[in-house]
């Protein structure tokens, strides 16, 4: 079945640490999305891409990184820069940018 | 659904009765609207969705309504179960990316 991956669901991380999200989708679209959601707001976008070898920021990009080197995967890494990194992590696709997007099932990080 | 349902507005109803869940969008210049669901511990789905022309759209039990002059937006689920439990929020598309709504927790009880 096409869908995409997010893994893993729950991750835990030391301070000073960088930590990588998964995300792969197989689903073949082109645009690909990090979202940050906590309690009671509505979903961040952190990066996003629109095709293979490009990335723009979002709305709160500070202390996070992307790559874009595959179609099919788009890494989030929390750096030791993200003070306040606990939060539920969302990758989104869709088939060009600002068009529907699938969502993945999401990791939830928190500090150790 | 875990913490993401702590402090959002809450509708709480019974089985079989219908539900309505209304989100407020900011931008005039918004052309088109998703409605998704969110169950406890799993990624946003896609429910329906509706473009600016239009004012009604109808899936299987499940309706959107789109009022332009008040930039308000509605998701009315028929005979709603169980199952319907979760958070409902919306997405407009503006300028640029998908803007989300923070969320209504729906609350059904057998």
């Known amino acids: 079945d096409g869908g995409i991956t997010q893994s893993p669901k729950y991750l835990f991380r030391k301070e000073g640490q960088n930590v990588t999200l998964s995300c792969e989708q197989n689903l073949n679209h082109d645009a690909m999305y990090w979202y940050r959601q906590d309690p009671g707001q509505g979903l961040r976008l952190i990066y996003y891409?629109?095709?293979?070898?490009?990335?723009q920021k979002g709305d709160i990009a500070e202390g996070y990184s992307v790559s874009r080197e595959k179609k099919e995967s788009f890494p989030l890494t929390v750096t030791s820069a993200q003070k306040n990194p606990t939060a539920f992590y969302l990758c989104a696709s869709s088939t060009g940018f600002n068009q529907p997007q699938h969502f993945g099932d999401g990791t939830r990080l928190s500090i150790l | 659904g875990e913490s993401v349902g702590l402090h959002l507005p809450t509708l709480s109803v019974q089985e079989g009765d219908n539900s309505i869940i209304n989100c407020a969008y900011s931008n005039s210049a918004s052309d088109y609207f998703i409605w998704y669901k969110q169950e406890s511990g799993k990624g946003p789905q896609f429910i329906i969705d509706i473009r600016s022309n239009m004012d009604k759209r109808q899936g299987q039990r499940v309706t959107v309504l789109l009022n332009k002059t008040v930039k308000h937006l509605s998701l009315q689920i028929a005979a709603t179960q169980p199952g319907d439990s979760a958070v409902y929020f919306c997405a407009e598309r503006g300028y640029s990316t998908l803007t989300f709504g923070k969320g209504t927790m729906l609350l059904v009880s057998p």
């Open positions: 891409s629109q095709i293979v070898n490009d990335f």
